[in-house]
């Protein structure tokens, strides 16, 4: 990312940097970490999921997938619940809590990600935000 950033415009890495930070600072505010932020996106966008399957997307082993997972159910954020075939596999779902935190999270992001970018051209712009985007949802 450092090498690629001499390619790029200062006021497109000052916008990102900002990005980060209010995307940080949003998920703070709701008592959660980005790790965890990340875990509420996965579960949105795949409901029932498992801790293998979080732990493969963030490349990480099952017992930190545990430990990242745990304090959003005990807060009321994720709900843990035994497959109907598998008593020992946990599937995860958002709950309407977690659902609320998640959405006014994204929603600061997508402000600040317009305010960011309305600076420049709407072709960059639209270059931009599908960039974002793409790279958030990996």
Not at 49 to 56: H, P, R, V
Request: aromatic share 4%; net charge positive.
């Amino acid at each position: 990312i450092l090498r690629m950033s001499k390619n790029l415009h200062p006021d497109f890495i000052s916008s990102i940097l900002a990005l980060a930070r209010t995307v940080r600072k949003a998920s703070v505010a709701q008592g959660i970490g980005m790790g965890q932020l990340c875990v509420l996106e996965i579960v949105s966008k795949n409901p029932g999921c498992s801790m293998t399957d979080i732990a493969s997307a963030l490349s990480i082993g099952a017992s930190t997938a545990t430990t990242v997972v745990l304090p959003l159910v005990r807060t009321g954020l994720l709900s843990r619940i035994h497959d109907g075939n598998n008593r020992r596999r946990v599937l995860l779902q958002l709950t309407p809590k977690g659902k609320r935190t998640l959405l006014a999270i994204l929603k600061g992001r997508d402000v600040k990600l317009k305010k960011s970018f309305e600076h420049f051209p709407k072709q960059f712009q639209l270059q931009l935000i599908r960039l974002s985007y793409s790279l958030h949802s990996e």
